[in-house]
């Protein structure tokens, strides 16, 4: 298999656990206010580095993950870089954004203790990871020149992300982590499908009412 397919093979699999796909208004909206998208990117991208480093503190006795999860925050937080670079390239400035609805509201699906705790933070992790691998393979085709390849490149590591996530559920609550995965991704498809008030890289497609 080639590399290319190889990495098709992984963002298809990522992409199979959403239980629904991107509404095609998301992706229009996004093109159409890429500075607000690509603002919200950066922030996503830092994020994703923080959230991993959160985990490694709280199981910090899961040394196979506090490694993968090292690993996994300095390539975010590189795909940070990437994205303010991008930005910088395009003439995009920075401004401050009020987060969205869907990490706020996808952690409140979380169970707050142990046990369950880190089998709903392994999954949503993953879930993230699936969704912004399937938004970035959505969006390379329709991105200006130093983007599309970014993007698409995102696309592949995102996907990777999905599996270290799901491959550490999976290890943590062999019975159960596939019922849950199940569960949480029906609200996580209902928060990316229903009308939303601001166009983020994780929102629903924006309410018909919204002119701002
Ligand atoms: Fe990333
Ligand atoms: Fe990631």
Redesign the pocket.
């Known amino acids: 298999m080639s590399a290319q397919a190889a990495r098709s093979v992984g963002a298809a699999q990522a992409v199979s656990i959403l239980r629904a796909p991107t509404p095609q208004a998301w992706v229009e909206a996004a093109v159409s206010r890429l500075p607000e998208l690509l603002l919200d990117h950066a922030n996503c991208e830092s994020k ?1 580095a923080s959230s991993a480093l959160a985990l490694m503190f709280a199981y910090a006795e899961d040394r196979p993950l506090a490694l993968a999860l090292a690993r ?1 925050a300095r ?2 937080l590189r ?1 940070f870089e990437q994205v303010v670079r991008a930005m910088s390239a395009l003439g995009v400035g920075f401004a401050r954004q009020r987060p969205g609805r869907y990490a706020q509201q996808l952690r409140r699906a979380l169970r707050s203790s142990d046990p369950g705790r880190k089998l709903d933070l392994l999954l949503a992790a993953a879930l993230i ?1 699936a969704r ?1 691998a399937e938004r970035f393979q959505l969006l390379a085709p329709r991105m200006p020149a130093p983007l599309a390849r970014l993007y698409q490149d995102l696309g592949t ?2 996907a990777r ?1 999905f599996e270290l996530y799901s491959g550490f559920a999976r290890g943590v609550a062999p019975a159960e982590w596939q019922a849950r995965l199940g569960e949480l991704a029906a609200r996580e498809a209902e928060l990316v499908t229903t009308p939303d008030r601001t166009l983020r890289f994780h929102s629903g497609p924006l309410h018909c009412g919204h002119h701002s």
Do not use: N, Q, R
């Open positions: 994703a996994l390539e975010e795909h990871e912004s590591s995102e992300h």
